[in-house]
């Protein structure tokens, strides 16, 4: 059995940088994740005049109830959306103008959704040029609150975004969601934002497609708060030990009380005929010496859809993702790069608007993956390449996204499967 420590979870890291900036007092951070996207945030909290104060394992974030200790910032946020789409919304509880920016990959994702509601909330925001998308700048004044509309369809960080500003609010916010996808994200978001002293309710329509979040105007309060291992980096190592026949990993710190929604892609690889073993202090995936295929709806884990499409050709039967049409929305059109890149190596796939299916087949190199500057694309084909021997990647750095040291953990991790 091989044992591997994953670095912080990336989402549950931005969130608490956000909430820790937020609250009252001073919030230690435990095993954080260190990475580009990471960093940024740090960064970007920095420029808006927050204390942070990083050591190895641990980062001190001074609280800043009243919003952005500076009256000007001009603020780059990098490849990171969490980074791009937090911040402002901190901002905007201050008082002051602040710009933002991010690289050409960022400035092509979708902002609309969140500025508009943050405008409807009487916020004065003006994109530098097109309409919905990076730069941006926030002319802040303080959010009174009240109620608004939301189509979280496209990213579940619209919503996070709003919710985690909601306890700054003068008077609460009610956000009523029309479509949410991802709905495990906003879960993470509540539980931790509960764990830094906001209140928070949700009431489900009558028509049972609408639910309404209200958030309460109470602020936030400091805390020491651990992070815990990312699951979707997980998502790698466990696709692997499901491939390779005898191969067993265990993950600790991600068990049943985890908070990421993206460890039930071990329930995935379950189905394909690994056996899968989770307590309350880690999960165990091991092979059985096959997969099977399947037919499954990974909406709500959507980021494991490149894991598992690239896993997908050594199962016996087909594998049909459904409901991932947000996924080509991402750091690139994940549905298109993966099927791209299986068709250099030889598989048979066909994709629709939201699907994506993938036929048995061997994969072939020597090929060099498009990765599209997308971190979870060179991951995911790492696992291929357990069988595949040939390929290469044409931007194997851009892991430092999310995991900086990928591709040695990776390499020894295979030697020891």
């Given at each position: 059995?091989?044992?591997?420590?994953?670095?912080?979870?990336?989402?549950?890291?931005?969130?608490?940088?956000?909430?820790?900036?937020?609250?009252?007092?001073?919030?230690?951070?435990?095993?954080?994740?260190?990475?580009?996207?990471?960093?940024?945030?740090a960064e970007g909290l920095k420029a808006l005049g927050h204390a942070v104060r990083q050591e190895p394992g641990a980062w001190h974030i001074?609280?800043?109830?009243?919003?952005?200790?500076?009256?000007?910032?001009?603020?780059?946020?990098?490849?990171?959306?969490?980074?791009?789409?937090?911040?402002?919304?901190?901002?905007?509880?201050?008082?002051?103008?602040?710009?933002?920016?991010?690289?050409?990959?960022?400035?092509?994702?979708?902002?609309?959704?969140?500025?508009?509601?943050?405008?409807?909330?009487?916020?004065?925001?003006?994109?530098?040029?097109?309409?919905?998308?990076?730069?941006?700048?926030?002319?802040?004044?303080?959010?009174?609150?009240?109620?608004?509309?939301?189509?979280?369809?496209?990213?579940?960080?619209?919503?996070?975004?709003?919710?985690?500003?909601?306890?700054?609010?003068?008077?609460?916010?009610?956000?009523?969601?029309?479509?949410?996808?991802?709905?495990?994200?906003?879960?993470?978001?509540?539980?931790?934002?509960?764990?830094?002293?906001?209140?928070?309710?949700?009431?489900?329509?009558?028509?049972?497609?609408?639910?309404?979040?209200?958030?309460?105007?109470?602020?936030?309060?400091?805390?020491?708060?651990?992070?815990?291992?990312?699951?979707?980096?997980?998502?790698?190592?466990?696709?692997?030990?499901?491939?390779?026949?005898?191969?067993?990993?265990?993950?600790?710190?991600?068990?049943?009380?985890?908070?990421?929604?993206?460890?039930?892609?071990?329930?995935?690889?379950?189905?394909?005929?690994?056996?899968?073993?989770?307590?309350?202090?880690?999960?165990?995936?091991?092979?059985?010496?096959?997969?099977?295929?399947?037919?499954?709806?990974?909406?709500?884990?959507?980021?494991?859809?490149?894991?598992?499409?690239?896993?997908?050709?050594?199962?016996?039967?087909?594998?049909?993702?459904?409901?991932?049409?947000?996924?080509?929305?991402?750091?690139?059109?994940?549905?298109?790069?993966?099927?791209?890149?299986?068709?250099?190596?030889?598989?048979?796939?066909?994709?629709?608007?939201?699907?994506?299916?993938?036929?048995?087949?061997?994969?072939?190199?020597?090929?060099?993956?498009?990765?599209?500057?997308?971190?979870?694309?060179?991951?995911?084909?790492?696992?291929?390449?357990?069988?595949?021997?040939?390929?290469?990647?044409?931007?194997?750095?851009?892991?430092?996204?999310?995991?900086?040291?990928?591709?040695?953990?990776?390499?020894?991790?295979?030697?020891?499967?």
């Amino acid at each position: 059995m091989t044992v591997i420590d994953i670095p912080g979870s990336k989402s549950v890291t931005a969130r608490a940088l956000f909430l820790a900036a937020a609250a009252e007092g001073t919030t230690t951070l435990l095993r954080p994740l260190h990475s580009d996207d990471s960093e940024g945030f740090a960064e970007g909290l920095k420029a808006l005049g927050h204390a942070v104060r990083q050591e190895p394992g641990a980062w001190h974030i001074e609280g800043r109830p009243a919003g952005p200790g500076v009256a000007e910032a001009d603020v780059y946020c990098r490849d990171g959306a969490t980074t791009a789409r937090f911040l402002p919304a901190l901002a905007a509880a201050g008082h002051g103008t602040f710009r933002f920016d991010a690289s050409a990959q960022m400035r092509r994702r979708p902002l609309g959704p969140l500025t508009t509601a943050l405008r409807e909330l009487g916020v004065r925001l003006t994109h530098g040029e097109r309409e919905g998308h990076h730069p941006l700048t926030v002319h802040a004044h303080g959010v009174k609150g009240g109620a608004l509309t939301l189509d979280a369809g496209q990213s579940s960080q619209y919503l996070t975004a709003l919710l985690l500003l909601g306890p700054l609010t003068a008077e609460g916010l009610d956000i009523t969601v029309t479509d949410l996808v991802s709905e495990p994200y906003v879960e993470i978001t509540l539980a931790m934002m509960r764990a830094f002293g906001a209140e928070i309710t949700r009431a489900d329509g009558a028509d049972g497609r609408t639910r309404t979040y209200s958030v309460a105007p109470t602020g936030y309060r400091a805390c020491t708060y651990a992070i815990e291992p990312d699951a979707s980096t997980a998502s790698y190592f466990f696709a692997a030990a499901a491939l390779v026949p005898g191969a067993e990993v265990t993950v600790p710190g991600l068990g049943t009380g985890a908070l990421q929604g993206d460890l039930a892609f071990v329930d995935v690889l379950r189905r394909m005929g690994a056996e899968v073993e989770i307590t309350d202090r880690a999960t165990t995936v091991r092979s059985t010496g096959r997969l099977g295929g399947l037919t499954v709806n990974m909406r709500d884990i959507s980021d494991t859809m490149p894991t598992l499409a690239a896993l997908a050709p050594f199962a016996e039967g087909p594998v049909r993702i459904e409901d991932v049409a947000n996924t080509r929305v991402k750091e690139c059109d994940r549905l298109d790069a993966c099927a791209e890149n299986l068709r250099r190596l030889g598989i048979d796939v066909a994709t629709g608007p939201d699907w994506i299916e993938i036929r048995p087949g061997t994969p072939a190199g020597p090929v060099e993956i498009a990765t599209h500057g997308d971190h979870r694309i060179v991951m995911s084909f790492a696992v291929t390449a357990l069988r595949t021997p040939g390929i290469t990647f044409d931007d194997p750095g851009c892991v430092r996204k999310t995991f900086p040291d990928f591709h040695p953990v990776f390499a020894r991790f295979s030697q020891a499967l």
